[in-house]
C-alpha cells in the first residue's frame, strides 16, 4: 500500500495523505433516543396521551384512557408560582361523554377536542365531533361549542382538530369520498371571511388506503405531523410521519424513524416554543423515570410506567425530528 501511494502521487502530497490516513474521521454523533416526559403527573402508569400546551407553557391540557383505549377524559393542570402543577382537575368543557384531543389555538384563546357527548334531540348513537371552547378574560373555560356542517358531518367520526394561525383546521375523518374508501384520511377546512368552507381531502401525498389520523399542523403551515396505522412502511400499530408543504403542495410524508417503533406511537404535538416533540407510546421501557412532575411526590404515581401495557408520554427534541426527515 505504501509503495503504491508513493509511485501514484507526487512526494509533497504524500505527507498530506499519511496525515489524512493516520487521522480516523469522527465518529457520527448518536442519534437521540426518546425520554419519558412528565413522570407522576403526564406519565403515570395509566393510559396517558396527548399534551397541549398554552403559549406560555403554564396550561397543559392532557389525556387518559381506560385500559382498553375506549373511553377518554381530558385533563388540566397549570404551573404555579413555585414552578409545582397542579393536580389534574376535568376542565369545565370536558365534563360530559368522552373528550379527548386537545389542541390549543395558537393564540391560546381557544381550544378544540373531540367528544362523543349525546346531542340533544340526535337519535343515533354518539360519534366523535369536533368541539371547541374559548378562555374568558378571567382564565376560565366558556361552554362546549359543537361544530357544525360541513366540519361534522352525521354518521362519521371526526378525530384531532389541529388550527393553523390563520384559523385553518385540520382533523382526521372517515368521511365518504377518502383515499381509503371509508377508512380515515386527513382534511383541512379554510377559515375563509369568518367561517369554515367544506373540508378539503389532503390528497394521496398524506393519504392512502390505509388510515391517516391525528394531524398537527405547524401554525404557519409549513409542515404536517399525523399518525397512521397500515401504511406499506409501517413498524408498528400506529407510526408518526411527517410531510413539508412545498410550492407545489404536500410533499410525499416520511416516517419518523427516531420515534417508530413495533408498539403504538401517536397523539404527539409540539411544544410552542418549536423545542420539543411529544408523543405518547405503549412501548416497554426500562430508562429513568426523569424529572418528578408531582408534587407532592406519590410513589403510586409511577406505578406501572413503562410496562408495555398502556401508554406514557415521551419526547425528543424537535430538531432532532427535522433534521431526520431532511436527510
Known amino acids: 500500500m505504501a509503495n503504491r501511494f508513493s509511485v501514484s502521487f507526487p512526494r509533497s502530497s504524500v505527507s498530506v495523505l499519511v496525515l489524512l490516513l493516520g487521522c480516523a474521521a469522527p465518529a457520527p454523533a448518536p442519534s437521540p433516543r426518546p425520554e419519558l416526559y412528565g413522570a407522576g403527573l ?67 384563546m381557544t381550544v378544540y377536542f373531540i367528544s362523543d357527548r349525546p346531542i340533544p334531540g340526535d337519535t343515533e348513537p354518539p360519534s366523535p365531533d369536533i368541539y371547541r371552547a374559548r378562555l374568558g378574560a378571567d382564565g376560565s ?13 352525521p354518521g362519521t367520526e371526526e378525530w384531532s ?21 371509508g377508512d380515515f384520511d386527513l382534511y383541512v377546512a379554510r377559515w375563509v371571511n369568518d367561517h369554515y368552507v367544506a373540508p378539503q381531502n389532503l390528497g394521496p401525498s398524506l393519504n392512502t388506503a390505509a388510515q391517516e389520523v391525528e394531524p ?15 401504511r406499506p412502511d409501517s413498524t408498528g400499530r400506529y407510526d408518526l410521519y411527517l ?4 410550492t407545489a403542495g404536500w410533499q410525499p410524508a416520511v416516517p419518523l424513524t427516531l420515534v417508530n417503533s413495533p408498539a403504538m406511537e401517536l397523539n404527539h404535538s409540539v411544544s410552542p416554543d418549536g423545542a420539543w416533540f411529544y408523543f405518547s407510546s405503549n ?16 410513589p403510586e404515581a409511577v406505578t406501572g ?6 401508554g406514557d408520554i415521551y419526547r425528543l427534541p424537535m430538531s432532532a425530528i427535522l433534521q431526520q426527515v431532511t436527510r
Open 216 to 230: 398537527w399542523i405547524a401554525p404557519d403551515q409549513s409542515y404536517l405531523i399525523f399518525s397512521a396505522r397500515g
Open 243 to 246: 410531510s413539508r408543504r412545498g
Open 283 to 298: 412501548r416497554s421501557y426500562q430508562g429513568p423515570l426523569g424529572d418528578r412532575l408531582d408534587w407532592p411526590l406519590r
Open 42 to 108: 403526564f406519565s403515570t402508569g395509566a393510559w396517558d396521551f396527548f399534551l397541549a400546551m398554552s403559549p406560555d407553557q403554564h396550561r397543559v391540557l392532557f389525556c387518559r384512557a381506560n385500559d382498553e383505549f375506549t373511553t377518554y377524559e381530558i385533563f388540566e393542570s397549570r404551573l404555579d408560582a413555585a414552578g409545582h402543577w397542579s393536580p389534574p382537575a376535568r376542565p369545565s368543557f370536558a365534563t360530559a361523554g368522552s373528550n379527548a384531543d386537545p389542541h390549543f389555538s395558537p393564540d391560546g
Open 141 to 153: 373555560w366558556g361552554s362546549a361549542e359543537r361544530l357544525p356542517a360541513p366540519i361534522n358531518l
Open 305 to 310: 410506567i413503562g410496562d408495555g401495557r398502556k
Open 161 to 181: 382538530p389541529s388550527v393553523a394561525a390563520n384559523g385553518d383546521l385540520y382533523f382526521g375523518s372517515n368521511r365518504p369520498g377518502g383515499q381509503g374508501d
